[in-house]
């Protein structure tokens, strides 16, 4: 076993298995603190939230909650692991969710047979959160079970892996075209995957400029092109009139890699044919597209991205799901719309152009130097302004298209 393998279940497994638990907010020493917390003192807000169920944000926790929920079917780019194992990922974007946002996340885990056992267990059991974060769903599954939860629960309903995995790709691209000296609107995409992450990334990257025909999307069958009568709905929106099939056909030329995918597919061949200065992003977890290595040492005028930690530019979701679930909650927004996540694209770009305070420095000992280019196109998941900046700038997009409950700004401190 490998010291880095048994580091990682030793960090899973001690001093108590997994990695979060619940916290009191109130006194319970005294049997004044009992008879308030529980019974008879408990009935008073039961009795006021019956009367006006909006009293449950001022009398439960509900209001700075937020379940994140997977059925397995897509755990990282481990595939199809089912619900069970895929807990450690869940209680992991718990303890984000805490860590950096504050917000206290129930990670649940549902075992169904159709869509529609799926939605409705989550639909019966939303309202005792404040927002739903679903995670690690495949697609085309996906795309009908937040349609749907959306359209029936009053609270927010994100799935991360379409919208946060787009939201911190759009602002990191804007950032690595801007560096290579390219212009969005006439960049060649290439799209290695079309499930959840890569259609939710190619459509926002559309509406921050690209253009359709200029993207090549492709699945386990290759190029997603227009005479394919195997696509469903979902990808039929990225075929594209070409003589392209293969990987290699649409590296040739391309201006951008992104991978959403699976480990290992992208080889140095066909990174070798692409336009000088291309953008690399390989964000599957935990191994990319292609290793980072290994795109170096083929040539030295890319910039590189993956989802992990340990590289440079870490393309990832946990950038903007603490953040826009902050912002949603602070102004209670009854949904995360287009003007929140494009506020929160335009909020990361623009943190990554300022210099960085050394308390970001002091947390990465291996890194000297943090200064927008090349090696550093986002900021970094400990810069402690990301709480500011991103859920401020989705609190003002809330309420400024009308679906705050709550139409003041927040303060928030930096
Ligand atoms: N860095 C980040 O923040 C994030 C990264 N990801 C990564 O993106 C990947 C996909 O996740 P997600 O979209 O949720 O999963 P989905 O199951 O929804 O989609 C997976 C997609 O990858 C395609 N694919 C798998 N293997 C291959 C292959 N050998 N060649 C071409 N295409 C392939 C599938 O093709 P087909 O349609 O033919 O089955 C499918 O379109 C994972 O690796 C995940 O870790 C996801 C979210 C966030
Ligand atoms: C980061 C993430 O959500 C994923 O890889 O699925
Ligand atoms: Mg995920």
Redesign the pocket.
């Known amino acids: 076993m490998t010291d880095f393998r048994q580091k990682a279940l030793d960090y899973h497994e001690f001093p108590v298995p997994g990695k979060t638990a619940v916290a009191l907010t109130k006194a319970a020493e005294t049997s004044m603190d009992l008879a308030l917390a529980y019974s008879p003192g408990v009935a008073e807000p039961v009795r006021e939230i019956a009367a006006n169920p909006a009293d449950a944000y001022r009398y439960t926790n509900k209001g700075n909650t937020v379940a994140v929920i997977s059925n397995g079917?897509?755990i990282?780019?481990?595939?199809?692991l089912g619900p069970l194992a895929s807990k450690p990922v869940m209680e992991g974007k718990a303890l984000l969710f805490k860590r950096f946002a504050n917000i206290d996340a129930t990670d649940i885990q549902v075992k169904h047979r159709t869509n529609e056992d799926f939605i409705n267990t989550v639909e019966a059991i939303a309202d005792t959160f404040g927002g739903i974060n679903l995670e690690?769903?495949?697609?085309?599954e996906?795309f009908e079970i937040e349609r749907e939860l959306i359209s029936r629960c009053a609270i927010p309903v994100f799935h991360?892996?379409?919208h946060?995995?787009a939201i911190?790709?759009a602002a990191g691209m804007i950032n690595a075209l801007e560096i290579q000296g390219k212009n969005i609107a006439d960049a060649v995409f290439v799209c290695?995957?079309?499930?959840?992450?890569?259609?939710a990334c190619m459509s926002l990257l559309v509406k921050c400029g690209a253009q359709r025909e200029n993207i090549y999307m492709?699945?386990?069958?290759?190029v997603i092109h227009s005479d394919r009568t195997d696509l469903n709905e979902y990808?039929a929106l990225f075929a594209t009139p070409t003589e392209k099939r293969t990987?290699r056909d649409a590296m040739e030329g391309a201006d951008v890699f992104l991978?959403?995918?699976?480990?290992n597919?992208l080889g140095a061949e066909e990174l070798a044919l692409m336009a000088d200065n291309p953008v690399i992003f390989a964000?599957?977890?935990?191994d990319p597209e292609i290793n980072p290595a290994i795109a170096h040492a083929t040539r030295s005028d890319l910039i590189m991205g993956?989802?992990r930690s340990d590289y440079p530019n870490?393309?990832?979701?946990?950038l903007c799901f603490p953040f826009i679930f902050r912002g949603a909650l602070d102004v209670r927004a009854r949904e995360i719309n287009d003007e929140m996540k494009l506020a929160a694209v335009y909020a990361l770009a623009e943190l990554a152009k300022e210099s960085v305070p050394a308390s970001v420095l002091a947390a990465y000992p291996n890194i000297t130097e943090l200064t927008f280019g090349k090696n550093y196109v986002l900021p970094k998941p400990m810069d402690p302004r990301l709480l500011a900046r991103v859920a401020k700038a989705v609190a003002i997009a809330a309420i400024e298209s009308g679906v705050a409950e709550i139409n003041t700004v927040p303060e928030y401190q930096e």
């Open positions: 079917t897509a990282l780019g481990l595939g199809n690690d769903i495949k697609a085309p996906c991360d892996d379409q946060g995995t911190v790709t290695l995957g079309a499930g959840a992450a890569a259609t492709l699945d386990r069958k290759g990808k990987l991978g959403l995918s699976g480990a597919l964000c599957s977890n935990p993956t989802g870490q393309v990832n979701n946990v």
